[in-house]
Nanobody, 125 residues
Framework: EVQLVESGGGLVQAGGSLTLSCAAS????????IGWFRQAPGKEREGISC????????YYADSVKGRFTISSDSAKNTVYLQMVSLKAEDTAVYYC??????????????????WGQGTQVTVSS
């Protein structure tokens, strides 16, 4: 059974930092790209970053570039999203998802086959 389990969300002040984790199981980690999406109330789901399980290539949306860093630990089948300089507009439910397609499609939610349950990130201003 494929599972993606996010953790690490919470409440943080603007300018603060959080690191999200996504623990994956049930599929061959190296054959997939793992991405992070977020969805704020009343807004569409936004793809923000993705990392290739094969060569470690990374992609970022402009909205998070320079502030968020995606990384992976293949031994633990875990992907991380380090978030710094958080802003109120980063408040959202954050989801990790897996795709057999290239990580360059980080913002195409329909190409992602497996999804976690989401973790809430709230940034207070």
């Amino acid at each position: 059974e494929v599972q993606l389990v996010e953790s690490g969300g919470g409440l943080v002040q603007a300018g603060g930092s959080l690191t999200l984790s996504c623990a994956a199981s049930g599929f061959t980690f190296d054959n997939y790209a793992i991405g992070w999406f977020r969805q704020a109330p009343g807004k569409e789901r936004e793809g923000i970053s993705c990392i290739s399980g094969g060569d470690g290539s990374t992609y970022y949306a402009d909205s998070v570039k320079g502030r968020f860093t995606i990384s992976s630990d293949s031994a633990k089948n875990t992907v991380y999203l380090q978030m710094v300089s958080l802003k109120a507009e980063d408040t959202a439910v954050y989801y990790c998802a897996a795709t057999a397609h290239s990580a360059m499609y980080y913002n195409v939610a329909t190409l992602f086959d497996y999804w976690g349950q989401g973790t809430q990130v709230t940034v207070s201003s």
